[in-house]
C-alpha cells in the first residue's frame, strides 16, 4: 500500500501548468514540522513536493496561498529524470488525492495555531442557515 497523509503549510504559492492535452497540473512545496534528537526533542522542517492534476489542480491554483495551513492525502511517486548537464536524477513527491484546507483564508498568514475549519474550506460551498437545509 502507498498513502501518505501530510499537515502543513504552504511553502510557496501554487504554480499551475496545463499539458499539451489540456490537463491542469499544479506543484507546489508544503513545510512539514517533525521532531528530531532524543530528550532535547528538537524540532525540524521538511519541504515536500506535492502534485496535483485536474481539477484538484485548479481548486489549488485558485484558494490556496503560501502560508495557508493544509492536509494532504496521496501517494508517494519517485521518478527519474536526465538532467541538462547529462546526469541522472531521482525526484520524490507526493502526488495529492485529496486536499482538506485547514483555516480559513482571513487566518492563514495570522498563524492560528487553533486549526479551526470552516465548512466554506472543507467543502467549497455556501453555509445555510439551519432552517433553509430542505431535508
Known amino acids: 500500500m502507498n498513502k501518505v497523509i501530510l499537515v502543513g503549510r504552504l511553502a510557496r504559492d501554487p504554480e499551475v501548468r496545463y499539458t499539451q492535452t489540456g490537463k491542469a497540473v499544479a506543484s507546489f512545496s508544503i513545510a512539514v514540522n517533525r521532531f528530531v534528537g532524543g530528550q532535547g526533542q528538537k524540532e525540524a522542517t521538511d519541504f515536500i513536493p506535492i502534485v496535483a492534476w485536474e481539477k484538484l489542480a485548479e ?64 467543502f467549497g460551498g455556501e453555509v445555510f442557515p439551519e432552517e433553509e437545509i430542505p431535508f
Open 59 to 122: 481548486i489549488c491554483g485558485n484558494n490556496l496561498t503560501k502560508g495557508r495551513r493544509i492536509l494532504v492525502e496521496g501517494r508517494l511517486q519517485i521518478r527519474s529524470y536526465d538532467a541538462n548537464d547529462g546526469q541522472k536524477r531521482r525526484v520524490a513527491e507526493v502526488i495529492a488525492q485529496n486536499i482538506e484546507f485547514l483555516e480559513s483564508k482571513q487566518s492563514a498568514g495570522g498563524g492560528n495555531s487553533g486549526g479551526t475549519t470552516s465548512p466554506e474550506d472543507v
